[in-house]
């Protein structure tokens, strides 16, 4: 659990610090008055004082002779509730980066989806427990290899969705995988028999939708499209 850090504190830290200075001010000022009390009691002629005004400013005088000595441990407290300042300030730093550790913070908005956790449940790292579904919605369209020959990326398509028949979708291919849809598979098919049966390989197409997306519903993942590319 990330450490408290208590504001209050270093507020009177910092005031505590500025009495130190106000009470050396003070200090420097009483010595001063002192000492020019002192020397003007003992170089005045004896018959214009008395012996009780100068022994006043020798008390004055050997009181104030310790001011040198407060100053200094004045100014080694001040150092010592800065560097307390600073300490606290060091606290808060990592307090708040502790804090951060707490949030999860998504790349992008969307809708959380396939959500397998549920409030107080203890997290294992590398664990998958929900889907993020962006805004951003593309189509992976399977062509036959036979069919790319003049497909280039920005062909316009046409996409029909069998879920709604009278959506009207544009948009244009985006991208052409550089590989066919096997070859990317968690286990690439092989033929090891030795009878050589050529199949038509699928290659995914990524086309992007530029208009006519449906402001009242969502298109989910996984929905059967048909796709029409206008060749240049």
């Known amino acids: 659990m990330p450490r408290r850090f208590n504001p209050t504190s270093h507020a009177c830290s910092i005031r505590r610090s500025s009495g130190r200075r106000a009470q050396t001010s003070s200090a420097e000022a009483n010595y001063r008055q002192a000492q020019a009390a002192y020397l003007r009691q003992h170089s005045v002629d004896q018959r214009a004082t008395s012996q009780q005004n100068i022994d006043t400013a020798d008390a004055q005088q050997q009181t104030a002779s310790l001011v ?3 100053i200094r441990q004045s100014e080694a407290a001040v150092e010592e509730r800065r560097q307390q300042v600073q300490q606290a300030e060091a606290q808060l ?3 708040q980066l502790n804090l951060s550790y707490c949030e999860m913070r998504s790349p992008s908005e969307g ?3 396939g959500r397998n956790v549920q409030l107080g449940s203890f997290l294992q790292g590398g664990v998958s427990f929900f889907s993020l579904v962006t ?3 593309w189509v992976t369209a ?3 290899e036979s069919q790319l020959e003049r497909m280039r990326p920005g062909d316009k ?3 029909e969705v069998d879920a709604y028949p009278k959506l009207d979708l544009r948009g244009h291919v985006d991208s052409v995988q550089l590989g066919s849809g096997s070859r990317f598979s968690a ?3 092989e033929n090891a028999t030795g009878n050589f049966v050529k199949i038509v390989q699928r290659v995914p197409v990524k086309i992007v939708i530029d208009d006519g997306m449906p402001k009242d519903h ?4 996984g929905l059967s499209v048909t796709p029409k590319v206008y060749l240049k």
């Open 68 to 70: 040198p000595q407060q």
């Open 93 to 95: 730093e990592q307090a």
């Open 111 to 113: 809708w959380i989806t």
């Open 135 to 137: 805004p951003q919605v």
């Open 142 to 144: 399977n062509f036959k």
């Open 157 to 159: 398509v046409k996409v």
């Open 187 to 189: 286990f690439p098919a």
């Open 218 to 221: 969502l298109l989910g993942l």
